[in-house]
């Protein structure tokens, strides 16, 4: 088929053909109760989200709708490495520190600079209906607060 929208060259030659394909969109969002600052796996209800979509090829999109936690895609085999993170992150930002945004509590500056340090969103490629994920690879809500909080992670899945 060719688009009838295409700029033509010499001699009335199109330059391209263009074949349309209808990309469907699918948005969802779930609820993770975390019991303060760690990581917690949501691998596993975003796959869900991906089989509810009926999308078998495009892209996931995991959002989380807050300053003060974010997303990673960690080692969820080992236990250790994702300690490991949360040690580092406690050494690189500490709560001691002379922070000037504290009206949440000593965390609260400090969990603001360690969701920027880190992402509020990953981006997975899709095909057969799965997750693209390596084999040692999970999607996890990174906690950045003491306290334990409901957090809102929006999911988009693009594709056919």
């Not at 992402?119 to 490629?125: G, N």
């Not at 095909?127 to 799965?130: E, L």
């Not at 809102?152 to 693009?158: A, C, D, G, P, Q």
């Given at each position: 088929m060719r688009s009838e929208n295409l700029r033509v060259i010499?001699?009335?030659a199109p330059i391209a053909s263009v074949r349309t394909v209808a990309v469907h969109v699918h948005n969802?969002?779930?609820e993770v109760r975390t019991k303060g600052k760690g990581t917690y796996e949501v691998t596993a209800q975003i796959q869900e989200i991906?089989?509810?979509?009926?999308?078998?090829?495009?892209?996931v999109t995991a959002f989380v709708q807050h300053t003060s936690c974010s997303l990673v895609i960690m080692e969820n085999a080992a236990p250790a490495a994702r300690r490991d993170l949360e040690k580092f992150?406690?050494?690189l930002v500490p709560e001691d520190a002379d922070y000037e945004h504290d009206d949440e509590g000593p965390d609260d500056s400090t969990s603001h600079i360690r969701m920027a340090l880190t992402?509020?969103?990953?981006?997975?490629?899709l095909?057969?209906?799965?997750l693209q994920l390596g084999t040692w690879q999970g999607i996890f809500l990174f906690e950045h607060r003491r306290a334990p909080h409901t957090r809102?992670?929006?999911?988009?899945?693009?594709g056919n």
């Open positions: 010499a001699n009335g969802e969002s779930f991906v089989q509810r979509s009926k999308i078998s090829t495009g892209t992150f406690e050494e992402r509020t969103s990953e981006v997975i490629p095909a057969d209906s799965r809102n992670i929006f999911v988009t899945v693009m």
